[in-house]
């Protein structure tokens, strides 16, 4: 594969291209093919660095660093992605798909055994992509883009809010006068999961964009989740805002976006152990059911006793002519009953 560049042709490598493969709490591989890098936020002394160019040149982002996930990552990318010609981030669940061979048309799963098994062959096949950016197909949505965020995210509105004005202020440079809030309100499709690969130009620019509205945040983060899921809004909100900046660079002819399916990875081992415990799930939910029935006709038949020996103590005319005349089982069941 080559490349233009200032009029000249020149290769493109496999060394010339790195796609981060970003694990957040600890290391799920050891070692991986190239083009792909694990790199995992805790753990990676390379991110600490590349973070740091940025809360220095720009001091901020102190109160709760380690809440932006994939944005640390992100950041601290840019050690990372010196000297090469195309780089991305994914993540350990989730992965392009880069094969020509497969489905282009939706996401599709498949076992963890075959994860990044043919990187090699990404490698290669990524050279087509070298002057597009590669985006997740984007995610269709039955509201709109700030509803379904409120909806999935009610404790981050303001977050959100406070997203949008600092992202507006960011872009006005490179798209003008902005309102994220409103095309938010307008937009029913999400790219998901901050995953993307393009130039490092891209990347530069993206970051820039992004990093003052982490800042914003971060002068609210007092206010912010400290744990659990909603803990991650950093990354809740960089997912609506990537989708705001690609769909105005479009609309201003700025980068060339090429959307891919996305390949979500599953062990099958556990997917077999998750089916054998629903099945047992299953088979206790219906005993309890059983159970419950068998019950609810126990204190029935209880209370139509209790209900018969009410009458027979009430010693009524009634009572009387019945058990003369009556059906013998019920004779011998009121009996049972007085004694």
């Given amino acids: 594969m080559q490349l233009e560049n200032d009029g000249e042709m ?14 957040h709490l600890e290391p799920i591989y050891r070692e991986l093919e190239p083009p792909y890098l694990e790199i995992c936020a805790v753990l990676s002394s390379g991110l600490v660095h590349g973070y740091q160019h940025y809360v220095e ?18 950041l601290g990318a840019r050690q990372f992605f010196e000297n090469k010609k195309q780089v991305g981030i994914t993540h350990y669940r989730r992965i392009f798909s880069l094969n020509p061979n497969e489905p282009k048309d939706q996401n599709y799963t498949q ?13 290669k096949f990524l050279c087509s992509y070298v002057d597009k950016i590669v985006v997740p ?6 509201s709109s883009v700030y509803e379904h965020f409120i909806v999935c995210h009610a404790p981050l509105e303001r977050a959100l809010d406070v997203a949008c004005l600092a992202f507006d202020k960011c872009v006005e440079g490179t798209f003008g006068i902005i309102d994220s809030k409103s095309d938010l309100k307008n937009t029913q499709f999400l790219y998901p999961w901050n995953m993307w690969i393009g130039s490092p130009d891209f990347y530069n620019e993206w970051v820039a964009l992004l990093f003052p509205v982490l800042k914003a945040l971060d002068d609210i983060s007092d206010s912010l989740p400290t744990k659990g899921f909603q803990y991650r809004w950093s990354g809740f909100i960089s997912e609506r805002l990537f989708t705001v900046y690609i769909d105005h660079c479009r609309s201003a ?12 990875f599953e062990d099958s081992a556990v997917a077999e152990r998750d089916s054998a415990v629903a099945e047992r799930d299953s088979a206790v939910a219906e005993r309890d059911s059983a159970v419950a029935e068998r019950d609810s006709a126990v204190a029935e038949r209880d209370n139509v006793l209790l209900g018969l020996e009410r009458v027979l103590k009430s010693k009524s005319w009634a009572t009387t002519r019945f058990l003369r005349t009556g059906d013998k089982f019920l004779r011998r069941l009121f009996r049972s009953v007085k004694k």
Avoid: Q
């Fill in 253 to 264: 002819n700025r980068w060339d976006f090429v959307e891919r399916p996305v390949i979500f």
């Fill in 137 to 142: 197909k984007p995610m269709d949505l039955k």
């Fill in 111 to 123: 076992d963890l055994k075959n994860r990044y098994s043919c990187a090699g062959k990404e490698a």
């Fill in 57 to 74: 040149s720009d001091s901020g982002l102190v109160a709760h660093p380690e809440s932006l996930s994939e944005n640390i990552i992100l």
């Fill in 10 to 23: 020149e290769d493109l490598h496999e060394v010339d291209t790195l796609v981060l493969v970003a694990s």
